[in-house]
């Protein structure tokens, strides 16, 4: 059975930083989670759940338009792992981040994380 916990959220101030980290479980999909594109996305109250950063199994990786130059993600296939770092943090960034494969499987979902960005 395969989990993704998402962890790393919180409470931080405009302009600070985190990093978020999703650990993928379950003894097939750990064995070929370097085959995988993963993303994360997020959803913000009383919208859709978008992607906002996905990474290939090469390494390549593609941002959304809002938060290009702020997030960055990165995969440690050896931990089945992946991340994404977030500085210079809007309140507009304030939503549930998840992590999933790219496109996601929708079984896949897990509780994900909260960030909340606010004075």
């Known amino acids: 059975q395969v989990q993704l916990v998402e962890s790393g959220g919180g409470l931080v101030q405009p302009g600070g930083s985190l990093r978020l980290s999703c650990a993928a479980s379950?003894?097939?999909?750990?064995?070929?989670?370097?085959?995988?594109?993963m993303g994360w996305y997020r959803q913000a109250p009383g919208k859709q759940r978008e992607l906002v950063a996905s990474?290939?199994?090469?390494?390549?990786?593609n941002y959304a338009d809002s938060v290009k130059g702020r997030f960055t993600i990165s995969r440690d296939n050896a931990k089945n792992s992946v991340y994404l770092q977030m500085n210079s943090l809007k309140p507009e960034d304030t939503a549930v981040y998840y992590c999933?494969?790219?496109?996601?499987?929708?079984?896949?979902w897990g509780q994900g994380t909260q960030v909340t960005v606010s004075s």
């Open positions: 990474i290939t199994s090469g390494g390549r990786t």
């Open positions: 379950g003894l097939i999909f750990r064995s070929i989670f370097s085959m995988y594109s």
């Open positions: 999933n494969a790219d496109p996601p499987y929708p079984q896949h």
